[in-house]
């Protein structure tokens, strides 16, 4: 069993920054797939993004594209999503998933393990 922390989320003007984090409970945290979606109210729970069980193949959905990057630290059990140039369509609950596979996806049901979430919210 995967335990999933999220922390960093906020309330932010438009144009600033935030990193998200999610500490994971699992020392073999290196096997997992790992990946950030976000839910708005009133709308389903979308892709943001997603990075391999080695830190490789990053990908991201259009919408944040170019102002978003996921890294993770396997030695601290880690997975980060920094966020720039942050617009008021970016608000929603932030969650990390943790996938028992060494390739990540764009589904959320492909995902073993969530955590629950920490809130952005991004003022025009």
């Known amino acids: 069993q995967v335990q999933l922390v999220e922390s960093g989320g906020g309330l932010v003007q438009a144009g600033d920054s935030l990193r998200l984090s999610c500490a994971a409970s699992e020392r073999t945290f290196s096997n997992y797939a790992m990946g950030w979606f976000r839910q708005a109210p009133g709308k389903e729970r979308e892709f943001v993004a997603t990075?391999?069980?080695?830190?490789?193949?990053?990908v991201y959905a259009d919408s944040v594209k170019g102002r978003f990057t996921i890294s993770r630290d396997n030695a601290k059990t880690t997975l980060y999503l920094q966020m720039n140039s942050l617009k008021p369509e970016d608000t929603a609950l932030y969650y990390c998933?943790?996938?028992?596979?060494?390739?990540?996806?764009?589904?959320?049901?492909?995902?073993?393990?969530w955590g629950q979430g920490t809130q952005v919210t991004v003022s025009s």
């Open positions: 998933a943790a996938r028992s596979t060494p390739w990540g996806s764009r589904r959320p049901d492909d995902y073993d393990y």
């Open positions: 990075i391999a069980y080695n830190g490789g193949t990053p």
